[in-house]
């Protein structure tokens, strides 16, 4: 499945020197139905 969100960041987390991403994705919603949000499970390599 292909996700294409409105707006998205990425989260780099360091703990005792180790390195460790997230993606965070948005998507705006409407009148029925509020905004949603996704996180990533994550990697210890930034994404391309």
Do not use: E
Request: charged letters at 20%; proline letters at 6%.
């Amino acid at each position: 499945m292909i996700h294409k969100p409105h707006g998205w960041v990425i989260l780099k987390f360091t703990n005792k020197g180790d390195v460790f991403f997230k993606i965070f994705a948005s998507w705006r919603g409407g009148y029925s139905d509020g905004d949603s949000w996704r996180l990533s499970s994550g990697s210890n390599k930034p994404p391309v």
